[in-house]
């Protein structure tokens, strides 16, 4: 467990999803190969540090805007939204620890498994509860990513650092994810980690 010294923290996986690390529409299995191993050492690195995890999942219905103006990704109902199997034990460990929170187009969903069971709660409204440090990775660097640490930004302002993995941040391409790495930083204010991730941890 952690002890006194250790800061209250938490970590943000986004999007570790199948439909975007292994198959579906906007998949990318090579992007898969490279970063699974790293969001699974940032998740034993969470659990040696007694850190929370919360994982925010993207899903959509096909009539939703979104889908409308693009390829139809992570579509309810198929295995694009599932959870990638790698994390699962991970994340039962966590779970198990009362660490885990899973949200699900921003709504709290109790497990693993993201059975639809809403609340009214949100991943920015539990932030506020004393976290000195928040941790994030995950896809994708110039949408998902950047607008989450936006929010960050503005709910915790000084009461919390974020700190940016960008070893276990995926982008489109090469350029649009060095446009939204320097906003991370150079805007945002978010923290790079210059740490390697411990993928044998």
Same mark, same amino acid.
């Given at each position: 467990?952690?002890?006194?010294?250790?800061?209250?923290?938490?970590?943000?996986?986004?999007?570790?999803?199948?439909?975007? $690390?292994?198959?579906?529409?906007?998949?990318?299995?090579?992007?898969?190969?490279?970063?699974?191993?790293?969001? *699974?050492?940032? *998740?034993?690195?969470?659990?040696?540090?007694?850190?929370?995890?919360?994982? +925010?999942?993207?899903?959509?219905?096909?009539?939703? #805007? @979104?889908?409308?103006? &693009? +390829?139809?990704?992570?579509?309810?109902?198929? %295995?694009?939204?599932?959870?990638? #199997?790698? &994390?699962?034990?991970?994340?039962?460990?966590? #779970?198990?620890?009362?660490?885990?929170?899973?949200?699900?187009?921003?709504?709290? %969903?109790?497990?693993? !498994?993201?059975?639809?069971?809403?609340?009214?709660?949100?991943? $920015?409204?539990?932030?506020?509860?004393?976290?000195?440090? @928040?941790?994030?990775?995950?896809?994708?660097?110039?949408?998902? @990513?950047?607008?989450?640490?936006?929010?960050?930004?503005?709910?915790?302002?000084?009461?919390?650092?974020?700190?940016?993995? +960008?070893?276990?941040?995926?982008?489109? !391409?090469?350029?649009?994810?060095?446009?939204? @790495?320097?906003? &991370?930083?150079?805007?945002?204010?978010?923290?790079?980690?210059?740490?390697?991730?411990?993928?044998?941890?």
């Amino acid at each position: 467990m952690a002890d006194e010294k250790t800061p209250k923290a938490i970590l943000i996986l986004i999007n570790p999803q199948q439909g975007v $690390y292994k198959e579906g529409a906007l998949a990318d299995e090579d992007l898969g190969k490279r970063h699974i191993p790293r969001l *699974l050492g940032l *998740l034993r690195l969470a659990i040696k540090k007694s850190w929370s995890v919360a994982l +925010t999942l993207r899903m959509h219905d096909p009539e939703d #805007d @979104v889908i409308r103006s &693009l +390829t139809p990704h992570l579509l309810r109902g198929t %295995d694009e939204p599932k959870i990638l #199997d790698e &994390l699962r034990p991970a994340l039962r460990e966590l #779970d198990e620890a009362g660490l885990l929170h899973i949200f699900e187009a921003g709504h709290f %969903d109790h497990t693993i !498994d993201a059975v639809e069971k809403k609340t009214e709660q949100t991943l $920015y409204d539990m932030l506020p509860g004393g976290f000195e440090q @928040v941790h994030v990775a995950g896809a994708w660097s110039s949408i998902d @990513v950047l607008y989450t640490v936006m929010g960050l930004r503005a709910r915790c302002g000084q009461k919390a650092d974020v700190v940016v993995w +960008t070893d276990a941040v995926a982008g489109y !391409d090469e350029a649009s994810h060095g446009f939204a @790495v320097r906003q &991370l930083a150079v805007v945002l204010g978010a923290l790079l980690a210059d740490e390697k991730i411990p993928l044998n941890a």
